[in-house]
């Protein structure tokens, strides 16, 4: 088995999974600890910034202190030799304080991204009835966890699982070479940003203790921009708790950027005033809508997640679903540069015909 694995998503780059913060009493900062080889220092220091990889990718114990470079994660002690038994050729082990880092290894964990990115991919698909160990559970429920999700890759989708060694995790999870997963049509011509992959169909719901624009109101409206489209709501008079349940339709180009979305409120004298905005990162529900596509699954099964993290305007995770045949993916987000104001949406996955 190669000492890469290939999964269909990127996180988000995200995403994503976990809070917890450097700064406080007692907690270390790791950033000044590591220990690099070369002027790659500044890039893996920002990766350890990151808020989801400031706990152990397998357990969510806080403060890990080791990684597997070929897999991108960041792990506690305990995880980590279990890591150290799966072999070389599965998941290569380094102290973030202790060893020397090569730059090939540091390279592959900024490509990766980090816990978040990884966790996206390798659990993306855990079936009913088996959870993630915590902290403190046994060696052997830590060891039966984590063989399956990475010598065994069960939380893939299954005909990703032991792929060829050719194929790179880093490739696909750093966003980098999606092509896999279009079709070889599309793919030959990804050059061309018009070439539509699919369709993004949004359901913009509501809004939530939107900002005040008004003298005691605001008249709201919703601006969804994908690439070079832009769509809008309808405009709701005199309401801070809008509800739209608006379905609005995009082209998704190849190599799309984030869905981003702005609300404002309707003046008829004068210019709109904004009331707030924010990014989606459909890297994830992208990929997971191409994979799972033509798949045969039972009904509302997960195949993918976006994870709150400070990086993102995510107000709690973000779940991608297979419903009768098709990927959705809910969505709350916290509206940006604004005082107040929360937005929930719906994405569903309109594929070529």
């Given at each position: 088995?190669?000492?890469?694995?290939?999964?269909?998503?990127k996180?988000t780059?995200?995403n994503?999974?976990?809070?917890?913060?450097?700064?406080?009493?007692g907690k270390?900062n790791?950033?000044?600890?590591y220990?690099?080889?070369?002027?790659?220092?500044?890039?893996?220091?920002?990766?350890?910034?990151?808020?989801?990889?400031?706990?152990?990718?397998?357990?969510?114990a806080?403060d890990?202190k080791?990684?597997?470079?070929?897999?991108g994660?960041?792990?506690?002690?305990?995880?980590?030799s279990?890591?150290?038994?799966?072999?070389?050729d599965?998941?290569?082990?380094?102290?973030l304080?202790?060893?020397?880092?090569?730059?090939?290894?540091?390279d592959?964990?900024?490509?990766?991204?980090?816990?978040?990115?990884?966790n996206?991919?390798?659990?993306?698909?855990?079936?009913?009835?088996?959870?993630?160990?915590?902290?403190?559970?046994?060696?052997?429920?830590?060891?039966?966890f984590?063989?399956?999700?990475?010598?065994?890759q069960?939380?893939?989708k299954?005909?990703?699982r032991?792929?060829?060694?050719?194929?790179?995790f880093?490739?696909?999870?750093?966003g980098?070479?999606?092509?896999?997963?279009?079709?070889?049509?599309?793919?030959?011509?990804?050059?061309?940003?018009?070439?539509?992959?699919?369709?993004?169909k949004?359901?913009?719901v509501?809004?939530?203790?939107?900002?005040?624009?008004?003298?005691?109101?605001?008249d709201?409206?919703?601006?969804?921009a994908?690439?070079?489209?832009?769509?809008?709501?309808s405009?709701?008079?005199?309401?801070l708790?809008?509800?739209?349940?608006?379905?609005?339709?995009?082209?998704?180009?190849?190599?799309?950027?984030?869905?981003?979305?702005?609300?404002y409120?309707?003046?008829t004298?004068?210019a709109?005033?904004?009331?707030g905005?924010?990014?989606?990162d459909?890297?994830?529900?992208?990929a997971?809508?191409?994979?799972f596509?033509?798949?045969?699954?039972?009904?509302?099964?997960?195949?993918?997640?976006?994870?709150?993290?400070?990086?993102?305007?995510?107000?709690?995770?973000?779940?991608?679903?297979?419903?009768?045949?098709?990927?959705?993916q809910?969505?709350?987000?916290?509206?940006?540069?604004?005082?107040?104001?929360e937005?929930k949406?719906?994405l569903?996955?309109?594929?070529?015909?």
């Amino acid at each position: 088995m190669s000492n890469r694995h290939y999964e269909y998503s990127k996180s988000t780059s995200g995403n994503l999974y976990h809070e917890y913060s450097l700064q406080g009493g007692g907690k270390s900062n790791r950033h000044n600890e590591y220990k690099p080889t070369s002027g790659s220092s500044k890039k893996m220091k920002e990766l350890l910034l990151k808020s989801d990889n400031q706990l152990c990718a397998d357990c969510n114990a806080p403060d890990p202190k080791w990684a597997s470079a070929n897999i991108g994660v960041f792990l506690c002690l305990k995880c980590c030799s279990v890591h150290r038994n799966l072999g070389l050729d599965i998941s290569k082990v380094l102290s973030l304080t202790l060893d020397e880092w090569m730059e090939e290894d540091i390279d592959s964990m900024v490509e990766v991204g980090g816990n978040s990115s990884a966790n996206s991919i390798y659990e993306a698909y855990v079936p009913k009835g088996i959870s993630k160990p915590k902290p403190n559970a046994s060696i052997e429920e830590r060891t039966k966890f984590i063989r399956s999700k990475y010598e065994l890759q069960e939380f893939l989708k299954p005909s990703l699982r032991m792929v060829s060694s050719k194929c790179s995790f880093k490739s696909c999870a750093s966003g980098v070479n999606i092509d896999s997963f279009y079709s070889p049509a599309t793919s030959r011509n990804a050059s061309d940003p018009s070439i539509s992959i699919g369709t993004l169909k949004v359901k913009v719901v509501r809004g939530i203790d939107l900002a005040i624009r008004d003298f005691r109101s605001s008249d709201p409206y919703v601006v969804l921009a994908l690439g070079q489209e832009k769509v809008k709501t309808s405009v709701i008079s005199s309401n801070l708790n809008p509800v739209w349940n608006e379905e609005l339709k995009l082209p998704v180009p190849q190599r799309c950027g984030p869905l981003k979305l702005q609300v404002y409120d309707h003046d008829t004298f004068s210019a709109d005033d904004i009331m707030g905005e924010a990014e989606v990162d459909l890297q994830p529900f992208i990929a997971a809508a191409t994979a799972f596509v033509d798949e045969d699954f039972p009904d509302d099964v997960q195949v993918g997640r976006w994870l709150k993290s400070n990086d993102n305007a995510l107000v709690e995770d973000s779940t991608i679903n297979f419903i009768s045949g098709i990927v959705k993916q809910g969505i709350h987000l916290k509206l940006q540069h604004v005082e107040c104001g929360e937005l929930k949406l719906e994405l569903e996955w309109i594929p070529l015909h």
